[in-house]
């Protein structure tokens, strides 16, 4: 696709967020690391997260020297890495998805070293081409993020930023400002990882960021129970649940000497999962918000 056409294409991302706007419902937005253990389980997993009712995925490109994400998905990318998974098996899997009817909005996160070495015109280009719709860069700081979001508009690849709790508000309408599909609201200062308790002041501090922009916000890190979509859901736009899918995968694996396999209940055990986080939120109630 030229990227004439692709601007004409409105991107998946929004068109997602419109269609949850109009049914009153927020996104659920799953995180799974591709090739964790391999392509095979992932290509699988993103199935089931679709039949189970994933409006947006979230893919990880396996990185050795993460910044953000802690130890559950660390321990993701490490088994991923046993099998040298890289960006060109991440294509290559999203390509087959689309090939194969899977429609969903797609996100890639993954870290500016490796989408500076492949190229910033040539990745902004080939993502989207085969079919992501927006980028996560934990790493890239908005200050440093020109030319990336200028490649990505070219070919109608939404930029997603992070908004911090302690991020004052005047930078973080200057993020917003440069953010396409919707922002992403971290719910803890720290680094990802399922949490009993979240923050008192988290649902106020949503509430301030909603008030700064009219892109929808989701809010991820630390979110893994029912409940706590449910009552995020009351607020936030979409909800981003990682490490708890994650780590069921990882409760889910066959060691088998130095390598990796999917024991038999692996994808009915996240699909059940994700169906019930699915479930709370379409009891979404705009009032509180």
Not at 4 to 18: E, G, K, L, P, V
Not at 98 to 110: F, N, Q
């Amino acid at each position: 696709m030229n990227n004439r056409a692709s601007s004409r294409r409105r991107n998946r991302i929004d068109q997602a967020f419109s269609r949850l706007k109009r049914v009153g419902e927020s996104a659920f937005i799953p995180f799974i690391t591709a090739g964790d253990p391999d392509i095979a389980v992932t290509k699988a997993l993103v199935k089931e997260l679709v039949s189970q009712g994933a409006d947006i995925i979230e893919l990880g490109l396996p990185f050795s020297d993460p910044l953000a994400d802690g130890p559950t998905i660390q321990a993701a990318s490490q088994r991923a890495l046993r099998n040298n998974i890289n960006i060109t098996h991440l294509f290559e899997l999203v390509s087959g998805l689309r090939s194969e009817g899977i429609d969903v909005p797609l996100v890639l996160m993954g870290y500016y070293n490796s989408i500076l070495q492949y190229g910033l015109e040539k990745f902004a280009a080939d993502a989207a081409s085969i079919g992501f719709d927006g980028t996560i860069v934990p790493d890239l700081p908005l200050e440093e993020s020109v030319e990336w979001v200028r490649a990505s508009r070219r070919h109608n690849l939404s930029t997603i930023f992070l908004v911090a709790p302690t991020t004052p508000p005047e930078r973080a309408r200057r993020i917003a400002k440069a953010s396409r599909g919707f922002i992403y609201y971290i719910s803890v200062t720290g680094i990802t990882g399922a949490r009993n308790d979240l923050p008192s002041e988290l649902l106020s501090g949503i509430k301030t960021v909603k008030n700064l922009t009219s892109l929808p916000v989701a809010v991820g890190f630390g979110v893994s129970r029912p409940e706590q979509v449910a009552m995020l859901s009351a607020v936030a736009d979409g909800i981003i649940v990682g490490s708890a899918i994650v780590r069921l995968v990882e409760e889910n694996l066959i060691k088998d000497g130095g390598t990796y396999r999917p024991g038999r209940e692996l994808i009915n055990k996240v699909g059940d999962f994700v169906e019930r986080l699915k479930a709370e939120t379409r009891k979404k109630t705009r009032s509180v918000a």
